[in-house]
C-alpha cells in the first residue's frame, strides 16, 4: 500500500508534517520501535512508529533518521502521547533526508495503525502469492518443449499484464512475448547500454531507466546466483527514475551486499549477462513479486546454458583447427579437420566454402584477468546478424579463445569471396561494430577496450595461417586507435595507414610541430590559408592549374602561398621526399 492510502485514512489520526513529494511510496511493512538505532531490526520497506523516548536532546534526532534511511525505511509515524508535540529538530532532521514523517495523535493507539497496515499489506501478498504458486508449476514445465523463454514471457504478460523481451548484452533482441509488440532496435541498443554502464558500477538491480520522459524500464540481468529481492529492495525503493536516457540504477547510497558484489567481480561477466526487460517501474513492488522476476531470470537462464552448450562442437572445432594452424601443420591436414567443421558449421552447402578469420581481444585497464573468455562472447555475439533474433543464429559461428585473444572461423559461401568480400558479402569490420559499438562502449568505458581485427576470405586450407596473421595484424592496428571499442580489416593494411598507427606519440607530436607548426603560427597572424593550400596542393598531385581552380585563386597567388610554405619551412614542394613528408604529418595531426 501507498503512504498516501495511509493518509487519507481518516481512522488512523495521521497528520502530515514533511515530505509531501514522497507520499506515492510503498509500504511492505510495519514496526514499532524506541530503540536508538532499530537499523538491524529492519529490511527495508517499512513504516516506523516511535513514541519518541529514544529522544534526549534535539542532537538525537540527526543520528536516528539517518539509520532509517540507510535501512530503506520509507517513512516515520511519530506519537505524540510522550512530549504532546513533534519536536522541531525531528522535522529538520526528516526533511533533510526526505524521509516523510506523521504525527499520530494521542488519541490513536500504534496498534491500531499496526493493524491496517498488516492487514492491506497481507491481503495484496496474498493475491500475488496465489499467481506465484500457479505460475512458477508452468514456468517450471516451460522449456524447450514448451517454446523457451517466448513462453514464460507470455506468462508474464498474460498474468501480471507485463511486457518483457530478453536482449542480449549488444542490444540484440533475444526473446519477446508473442503478442507484445517488438521492442524497437533504437531502444534496445540503449536499454543495453544502460544496463552495461550500471552494471560494472556493481550496484545491486533491478536497474531502472526513463527513455525520453516516457516509458519507465525495470532491468534484470540474467546470470546464476541473482540477488534476493529483499537484498534490492531497498536499493529499488530508493531509486528514482532516470530522465532523456541517463539512467539512474540502484539505489543511492545503498551498500553493495556481498553476493551482488561477488558477482561483479569477473568483468567478463557483466559483458556476456542476457538481460530481462520489463515495461514497468519496479521501484515499488513487493518482495514477492521481484522474487517472481529474479526466478524468470534463472529459467531464461536454463535457455541461456542450452545455448552455450549447443557451441560447444563449434568451439571445439575452431580450437582445433587454430591449434593446427598455429603449430604449423600441413595443409592437408587442416584441409581435413575444416572438412570435418564444414557440414557442422555450414549444413547442406555442396561445396567447399571460404573463411574468413576475425581475432578480437579484451584488455582490462590496471591489467588483471585474462580477457579471452569475455572476447569469445562477445565475438560469438558480434557475429550473429544484427537483425535477426532469437538465440539459434549462431549455429556457423565456431569461435576459440587462448589467453587473452579469442579467433572465430567464418565460413562463406563460396561466391561470396570470389574478390575477397567486394561484392559486400564479406565480414568487414566496421560494419561488424556498426550496430553495437554504442552499448559495449558503455560496458567497457572507463574498464577495459575490446578491439578487432578482420582477415580477407581464403578459398583454403593453405591460406589459413596468413589469414589469422593478418587479422592480429589489423587488431593491432585497431588497438593503436582511440576509442573503448575499435576495428580494422584487411584492406587497411595495404596502405600507409599501417603504419602510421605505429609511431610513438612522442616522435608524432615532434614531427609535425617541426613541419606544420610554422603554418599554423602564420596562419593565425595573417589568416593566409597557407595549411588548407597545402593540402589541396599535395591532394591535386602538385598540379598548380588543378589546385588554383580548386581553391579559385589565381596561379600566382597560388604560387606565391606555396612559396611561403617553402620559406617558413625550409623544404621544396618539388621533390617527392618532402611531399611525402607533408603528406605524413598531415595525416598524423
Not at 114 to 143: I, P, Y
Not at 156 to 177: F, H, Y
Not at 222 to 232: C, E, F
Not at 332 to 346: C, F, I, Q, W, Y
Request: with cysteine; aromatic share 4%; glycine share 10%.
Amino acid at each position: 500500500m501507498r503512504l498516501r492510502a495511509l493518509l487519507e485514512t481518516d481512522a488512523l489520526g495521521l497528520a502530515l508534517l514533511g515530505g509531501e513529494d514522497e507520499l506515492d511510496r510503498t509500504v511492505h511493512g510495519v514496526m514499532t520501535t524506541d530503540l536508538r538505532d532499530p537499523s538491524r531490526y529492519l529490511s527495508g520497506g517499512e513504516l516506523v512508529l516511535s513514541g519518541l523516548a529514544w529522544r534526549r536532546d534535539a542532537a538525537d534526532s540527526e543520528p536516528f533518521v539517518r539509520r532509517l534511511v540507510q535501512a530503506g525505511v520509507v517513512a516515520l509515524a511519530a506519537g505524540e502521547a510522550e512530549l504532546g508535540a513533534v519536536p522541531d529538530d525531528l522535522v529538520v532532521a526528516c526533511a533533510r533526508h526526505r524521509l516523510p514523517l506523521f504525527a499520530v495523535h494521542e488519541s490513536v493507539a500504534f496498534a491500531t495503525v499496526t493493524e491496517h497496515v498488516v492487514r492491506q499489506v497481507s491481503g495484496e501478498r496474498a493475491g500475488d502469492l496465489a499467481a506465484v504458486v500457479d505460475r512458477h508449476r508452468r514456468l517450471m514445465t516451460s522449456g524447450p518443449a514448451g517454446g523457451g523463454p517466448d513462453v514464460v514471457l507470455d506468462l508474464l504478460g498474460t498474468d501480471l499484464d507485463l511486457r518483457a523481451w530478453v536482449l542480449s548484452p549488444t542490444g540484440r533482441l533475444i526473446a519477446g512475448s508473442k503478442t507484445g509488440p517488438r521492442l524497437p532496435d533504437d531502444v534496445c541498443v540503449r536499454i543495453a547500454a544502460e544496463q552495461l554502464a550500471a552494471a560494472r558500477s556493481g550496484r545491486p538491480g533491478p536497474h531502472r531507466v526513463t527513455l525520453d520522459d516516457r516509458t519507465t524500464y525495470s532491468l534484470f540481468p540474467v546470470h546464476g546466483g541473482g540477488p534476493t529481492a529483499r537484498t534490492v529492495a531497498a536499493a529499488a525503493q530508493a531509486a528514482q527514475p532516470a530522465h532523456g536516457g541517463h539512467g539512474t540504477h540502484g539505489g543511492h547510497g545503498t551498500p553493495v551486499s556481498p553476493e551482488v558484489r561477488d558477482s561483479r567481480d569477473g568483468r567478463e561477466t557483466v559483458l556476456s549477462d542476457w538481460l530481462l526487460v520489463v515495461e514497468a517501474d519496479a521501484g515499488d513492488w513487493a518482495e514477492e513479486r521481484l522474487d517472481l522476476l529474479y526466478g524468470v531470470t534463472q529459467l531464461i537462464v536454463a535457455e541461456r546454458d542450452r545455448r552455450n552448450a549447443a557451441r560447444t562442437v563449434r568451439r571445439r572445432l575452431a580450437q582445433e583447427v587454430l591449434e593446427l594452424v598455429q603449430a604449423g601443420a600441413a595443409p592437408t591436414e587442416v584441409a581435413a579437420r575444416l572438412r570435418v567443421a564444414a557440414p557442422v558449421l555450414v549444413p547442406g552447402l555442396g561445396a567447399a566454402p571460404h573463411w574468413q578469420v576475425v581475432v578480437a581481444r579484451v584488455d582490462w585497464d590496471g591489467g588483471g584477468a585474462e580477457g579471452g573468455a569475455a572476447a569469445q562472447a562477445l565475438l560469438e555475439e558480434i557475429l550473429v546478424d544484427p537483425a535477426s533474433t532469437g538465440s539459434e543464429h549462431s549455429d556457423r559461428i565456431a569461435v576459440a579463445h587462448t589467453g587473452d585473444e579469442a579467433v572465430a572461423l567464418v565460413p562463406l559461401p563460396a561466391v561470396a569471396s570470389e574478390h575477397d568480400g567486394a561484392d559486400g558479402r564479406g565480414l568487414l569490420a566496421d560494419a561488424l561494430l556498426e550496430s553495437i559499438r554504442e552499448p559495449l562502449t558503455a560496458g567497457l568505458d572507463g574498464d577495459g577496450r575490446l578491439t578487432l581485427g578482420v582477415s580477407a576470405a581464403v578459398r583454403s586450407a593453405e591460406g589459413l595461417r596468413g589469414a589469422l596473421e593478418e587479422a592480429r595484424h589489423a587488431r593491432r592496428v585497431a588497438a593503436a586507435r582511440p576509442g573503448r571499442v575499435c576495428a580494422a580489416g584487411h584492406h587497411e593494411l595495404a596502405s600507409h595507414v599501417l603504419l602510421l598507427p605505429f609511431v610513438p606519440d612522442d616522435v608524432r607530436r615532434a614531427f609535425t610541430a617541426r613541419l606544420l607548426d610554422p603554418l599554423r603560427d602564420y596562419d593565425r597572424r595573417h589568416r593566409a590559408e597557407l595549411i588548407p593550400t597545402l593540402e589541396a596542393f599535395l591532394d591535386c598531385d602538385g598540379s598548380w592549374t588543378r589546385c588554383a581552380a580548386r581553391l579559385h585563386l589565381h596561379v600566382n597567388t597560388l604560387r606565391y602561398r606555396v612559396g611561403r610554405i617553402e620559406q617558413l619551412t625550409g623544404r621544396d614542394l618539388s621533390r617527392l621526399e618532402d611531399k611525402l613528408d607533408f603528406f605524413l604529418a598531415l595525416r598524423m595531426s
